[in-house]
């Protein structure tokens, strides 16, 4: 079965501050690639980062950056100097390079900045 | 704005009922899917149509059908419906059949009474 696991239901970090979001996820295929979607209170979808598990070196946009582990199976998302607008449910995902049809989705985590 | 578009964003109805939940996809993209969120839960795949042609069908009920037309708007038909099928309903858009990014459309939310 495909999944992804997010263990930290509810996470908080003070404005400023560096976070880190994790996430896991089970997979038999070794090409894929890895997403964090970011979701605000007005509920829209924003992917935050990607990564293509083919490439060691590990995504960044910005304050964004994943920690990327392939024979762990890990995808954490760090997210340095935390703003208000960072504020939001965080959903991990995969997808198969081979069909690229369907996304699998994590349960997320919601954060909150802490002014 | 995402550049994919989805209407109505807000819909209250009562059991029993049929509703179509319609998207148009970002300009240029040829395939639409649809996913289903529930409270507090992650985004459940639904189906995935690519140039008007089913591509791929998750987790899809048999009350529940979708369509992408030629002009690739997509809709997905919910019937007899049920408390729930209550849940915010998101359309996603790619460029090809098998997408490594999806962009989203701002959803619809769907209120079964």
């Known amino acids: 079965a495909q999944t992804v696991t997010q263990s930290q239901p509810e996470m908080s970090v003070q404005e400023a501050e560096t976070v880190t979001l994790s996430c896991t996820y089970d997979?038999?295929?070794?090409?894929?690639?890895l997403f964090w979607y970011k979701q605000p209170p007005s509920r829209q979808m924003i992917l935050v980062i990607r990564?293509?598990?083919?490439?060691?070196q590990n995504a960044t946009e910005n304050r964004f950056s994943v920690n990327f582990q392939k024979a762990a199976k890990s995808f954490s998302l760090k997210i340095s100097d935390s703003q208000l607008g960072d504020a939001a449910m965080y959903f991990c995902a995969y997808s198969l390079i081979r069909t690229g049809n369907q996304f699998y989705f994590g349960t997320g985590t919601s954060l909150t900045v802490i002014p | 704005d995402s550049g994919v578009t989805q209407t109505p964003k807000h819909l209250i109805t009562a059991t029993g009922q049929r509703v179509t939940l319609r998207c148009s996809p970002r300009s240029g993209d040829l395939s639409v899917y649809w996913y289903q969120q529930s409270l507090d839960q992650g985004l459940q795949f639904l189906i995935q149509y690519y140039n008007g042609e089913e591509r791929a069908k998750g987790n899809i009920l048999e009350r529940f059908s979708a369509q992408q037309f030629p002009d690739l708007h997509s809709e997905l038909n919910l019937s007899s419906l049920e408390l729930g099928d209550s849940a915010l309903y998101f359309c996603?858009?790619?460029?090809?059949?098998?997408?490594?990014?999806?962009?989203f459309g701002a959803g619809s939310r769907l209120t079964v009474l």
């Open positions: 997979t038999s295929e070794s090409d894929y690639y």
């Open positions: 996603a858009s790619s460029f090809g059949a098998a997408a490594n990014v999806l962009t």
């Open positions: 990564q293509e598990a083919y490439k060691q």
